[in-house]
């Protein structure tokens, strides 16, 4: 008994011997290891010591002057930029402008009039469904619908009576498109004098139909419009940026393909913008019916936010901002963030801010980097209730 009690004692010693060995050896490695990797000084030598020690001081230093020159630098640039910047157009600059006349209507029998939808029936639902794989809606019912369709006036009854400025900026309207079909243009309900041109970005379309043949078709329109290619496929953001560059509007707009825009749409978010350059102006988003394309306004009583994955989401408006625009509905509401796909904004501003970024492809984060950007660098985002844009 005495022998095994002993062979285990000598057992422990041997288990604990061996691994304070160890753990000196793991240690005396990573220092050496340390030692190799930071420019080959050997540590034996204090005075070598000293000199790493010195080296990486310096270093450091100089990284910080670098970093440093390189945030003033920015700040520099950018407060150069924005010194040359005025906040307001002074007059010359701007046009005079008349409402849109949009009394005239199709007959009330046409199908789609006044924001109905379009049932299509059973007989033809195979037709409906093969076509709607083309592009994601019912382009059957889509092209049996007016392009100039009457869509109801979904305004609060204040803003009908609203007056804006008699002088306002001209805007360029950018639309990009990839195997879009004719039937979801933008309908013009704009004051032309306002409407700078319109610039449709083909981002690498397929169909034969959206080249020449529409390039044709958009020559004889009243409104000057310019169909730009991008010869492979860029995304969305990049197309956008090409677009932007071209235009030559005071204010670039920024719509989706698909969109219907209603009665006086346009004025009042220029009417933000000659008050103030600083601000990005966007409307109410209807929906329109993928299936029926029935024209439904939204609500006025939410604005833009995010969640903590950075998505964008609606939130009803706090007390505190309509209690800021004094319980008045027809006022602009001070949005966070905004849904990014249809905004308008003055295009020396949009270039201050930087832009776009380059390396964004398609849409989701766009809009939130440029709604934190604009609020920081001392702009405003705005929701303009008395502007209403179908999507």
């Known amino acids: 008994m005495k022998a095994v009690t002993l062979r285990w004692h000598t057992y422990r010693v041997i288990i604990v011997t061996s691994l304070l060995w160890c753990i000196l050896c793991v240690c005396v490695i990573l220092y050496y290891m340390d030692c190799l990797l930071n420019n080959n000084i050997s540590c034996r030598n204090p005075l ?21 020159n390189l945030i003033n630098s ?41 924001g109905k939808g379009v049932n299509i029936g059973p007989e033809e639902l195979d037709l409906k469904n093969e076509l709607f794989e083309v592009n994601k809606f019912n382009l059957l019912a889509s092209d049996r619908i007016a392009f100039n369709r009457s869509i109801p006036d979904v305004r609060l009854e204040g803003c009908k009576h609203k007056s804006y400025p008699k002088l306002l900026p001209t805007t360029s309207v950018i639309i990009v ?3 879009e079909a004719w039937s979801t243009f933008i309908i013009q309900r704009s004051p032309k004098s306002l409407l700078k041109e319109i610039i449709l970005v083909d981002d690498a379309s397929e169909r034969d139909f959206l080249g020449k043949q529409l390039e044709e078709y958009v020559s004889k329109l009243p409104v000057r419009v310019i169909v730009l290619r991008t010869g492979k496929r860029s995304g969305l953001i990049r197309a956008r940026l090409i677009g932007a560059k071209e235009a ?9 393909a698909h969109c219907e825009c209603t009665k006086g749409w346009l004025e009042p978010l220029l009417s933000r913008i000659v008050e103030d350059r600083t601000r990005i102006a966007c409307p ?7 299936e029926t394309f029935e024209y439904t306004p939204a609500s006025d009583m939410t604005w833009g936010g995010f969640s903590w994955k950075l998505n964008f989401r609606w939130f009803r ?41 380059e390396g964004m492809e398609i849409w989701g984060g766009e809009n939130l980097e440029l709604s934190f950007r604009v609020w920081m660098c001392g702009g405003s985002l705005e929701i303009v209730t008395c502007s209403h844009v179908g999507h």
């Open 177 to 179: 498109f990839h195997n």
């Open 317 to 357: 408006i706090p007390k505190r901002e309509m209690k800021r625009r004094a319980e008045d509905r027809t006022q602009p509401i001070r949005s966070p963030t905004m849904a990014g796909g249809l905004f308008a904004m003055d295009k020396q501003y949009f270039e201050l801010l930087g832009k776009y970024d």
């Open 48 to 68: 070598l010591l000293r000199t790493k020690t010195e080296t990486n001081r310096q270093h450091h230093e100089h990284h910080e002057r670098l970093q440093s």
């Open 284 to 290: 109410i988003i209807d929906v329109i019916n993928d």
């Open 74 to 114: 920015e700040v520099h640039d950018f407060n150069t930029l924005k010194s040359m910047f005025s906040v307001t157009y002074k007059p010359e600059e701007l046009s005079t402008w008349a409402p849109v006349e949009t009394n005239k209507t199709n007959p009330v029998k046409w199908l789609g009039e006044f």
């Open 248 to 256: 030559k509007g005071q204010v670039i707009t920024f719509l989706d």
